[in-house]
């Protein structure tokens, strides 16, 4: 509901402090959000649990591990003993509150080609939205997509933003991507680990806890959970619509050729000149 939306990022831009060692798990909606908050909290959180068989993202879904920040500042969550802190926002830059951008807390970033993005969203906004409301049709939901209408859209603009902001201040914003991910998931875990200042030691990377953390977050492990079969991270919205095919380019299985001609020359417009952004 926009009118929620825009009151939880009133508050989270007005009343959110930051800490120093506070980790900022940032997005779009459907860039693989799920997956790095899993990522990120298996990482910081690795010394605490003495065996994977045990580990909370076996029976907790990443959503309720690494909270949204905006219930963190209406009172509906208590972090003061946990530490650090990881939460995960969908603000842009713009409206992200001064001390997250003034104190030395981090943030990563995950970016994923807007052609997926928009299929994931599609499909998911779908799945969740109240029965009362009509299905839009793919042609009407990519109007929309195009000209930025959507969820913390526009979302080229989102991108740039923390794109931007990588480059300018590399120890402060990690930007990833979805599919770098995809390609080399172990490389990107020890890169994430060592950005956030948790590196693995020898003897870690000799015991392989780099691959158990892949593994656990994985696609597969992670979909075919309990908790993710069944549950409810927030309002209505079910465990399991977090999880539907994990793939690069399955929008290649839902674009007619006019809609890959225009969102191709809307990416060149808005990113032409943005180095190797994609
Ligand atoms: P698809 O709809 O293309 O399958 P978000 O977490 O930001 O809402 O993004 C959801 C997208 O990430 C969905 O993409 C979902 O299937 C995918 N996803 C969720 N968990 C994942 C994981 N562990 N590995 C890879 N992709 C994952």
């Known amino acids: 509901c926009p009118s929620t939306l825009v009151k939880g ?18 997005s779009f909606p459907k860039s693989g959000t799920t997956w790095l908050k899993a990522i ?71 970016c994923r080609n807007p052609f997926d993005i928009f299929v994931s969203a599609w499909i998911f906004f779908d799945k969740v939205k109240p029965e009362s409301l009509t299905s839009l049709k793919i042609e009407e939901a990519f109007e929309m997509y195009c000209n930025g209408i959507i969820e913390f859209g526009p979302w080229w603009s989102h991108m740039l933003g923390y794109w931007k902001e990588s480059l300018a201040k590399p120890d402060k914003v990690l930007f990833l991507k979805y599919e770098d991910l995809k390609d080399d998931a172990n490389f990107q875990v020890k890169r994430i680990a060592e950005f956030l200042g948790f590196p693995f030691t020898q003897e870690e990377e000799n015991n392989q806890v780099i691959e158990s953390i892949v593994k656990l977050c994985s696609f597969e492990e992670m979909k075919n959970l309990e908790v993710n079969k069944s549950g409810i991270v927030f309002q209505s919205v079910e465990n399991k619509s977090f999880f539907r095919k994990g793939e690069s380019r399955d929008w290649v299985n839902y674009f007619s050729p006019s809609m890959t001609e225009k969102l191709s020359q809307i990416m060149e417009e808005k990113f032409g000149e943005s180095g190797d952004i994609f």
């Open 40 to 110: 990120t909290f298996a990482i910081v959180n690795r010394q605490s649990f003495s065996s994977i068989d045990n580990h909370p993202l076996l029976t907790s879904n990443p959503h309720q591990l690494v909270p949204h920040v905006e219930m963190v500042c209406r009172g509906d969550l208590d972090c003061s003993s946990i530490e650090p802190r990881v939460f995960g926002p969908h603000t842009p830059v713009p409206s992200l509150p001064n001390s997250i951008m003034e104190c030395n807390s981090k943030i990563i970033y995950i």
């Open 9 to 26: 990022l009133n508050i989270f831009h007005k009343q959110f402090q930051a800490k120093e060692s506070d980790i900022f798990v940032a």
